[in-house]
């Protein structure tokens, strides 16, 4: 999806903070570099840096990254930030953990982007490296994709400006995985006046468990764990809300293969 139009409203409606305890003990728990792909404005990004992790931020948007290069400076921190594609990911350099938070791998809607996407992680990571990546549940997530416009959020804007009013529609498309809509944002004034519309375009794939896993293993990577949610339960079927994978690079094998 392309943020890049609403950039400088996308924390006004996404301050999530459920799943960042999570992020921060997997990330401070071995030290080394991580590197968080499709990181937007930071939501995951920040706390991770506070917290001394030495962090890469890699996004498509650089409206999103503009944000976030902001907010760096504003708080006295400093990390490397860059305008890539996840699937055509060069920065370089290995990491320790990679990291896509808030189910936006699913936002990679072909098959050979996800295969892209993958090749590349495994070859950022170094031997023995993690990846941890973000799903949403297929048998939960599908139940609110109804093709009904649904007012998903009001919230009031900065320093008393007004309301923002967060809308959107979902529906399948025919292969019954690959969701597709939009999602509407309205800028009101305190009396109520309409300022400004924006809309942006939604598309994203529900990847089942089984989709997933063959597609990481195609990949090089072997699963280490499969959770639930972001308290490290087990993941079950029907009624887990997320699908959060902990996959591995495998390590060096030595010459003699010992």
């Not at 809308?167 to 597709?180: N, R, Y």
Request: with cysteine; aromatic share 12%; net charge negative.
């Amino acid at each position: 999806m392309n943020y890049s139009s609403i950039a400088d409203l996308y924390d006004i409606c996404v301050s999530a903070t459920f799943d960042i305890p999570f992020f921060l003990k997997e990330a401070t728990q071995n030290g080394g570099d991580v590197l968080e792909l499709m990181s937007g404005t930071g939501r995951v990004s920040l706390p991770l840096i506070e917290a001394g992790v030495r962090l890469t931020c890699v996004d498509l948007s650089p409206e999103m990254l503009a944000v976030l290069r902001n907010k760096l400076v504003r708080r006295g921190l400093s990390a490397p930030v860059y305008a890539m594609n996840v699937c055509q990911l060069d920065l370089d350099k290995q990491f320790d953990l990679v990291l896509i938070p808030f189910n936006s791998f699913a936002e990679i809607t072909e098959t050979a982007s996800q295969q892209s996407a993958l090749a590349r992680i495994y070859q950022h990571l170094k031997p023995s490296g993690r990846f941890i990546c973000t799903l949403h549940n297929p048998a939960i997530r599908a139940a609110s994709v109804d093709n009904q416009l649904q007012l998903w959020g009001q919230y009031p804007m900065p320093d008393g400006k007004g309301t923002l009013m967060f809308w959107g529609c979902q529906e399948f498309e025919q292969d019954g995985k690959t969701v597709s809509g939009v999602e509407f944002f309205e800028e009101y004034d305190p009396q109520g006046l309409l300022l400004a519309k924006h809309f942006i375009s939604l598309r994203f794939v529900l990847l089942s468990q089984d989709e997933f896993e063959t597609l990481a293993v195609a990949a090089g990577f072997t699963v280490r764990a499969l959770y639930g949610d972001y308290t490290w339960s087990p993941f079950q079927a029907a009624t887990s809300p997320y699908m959060v994978w902990e996959l591995e690079k495998p390590g060096q094998v030595s010459a003699s293969g010992l």
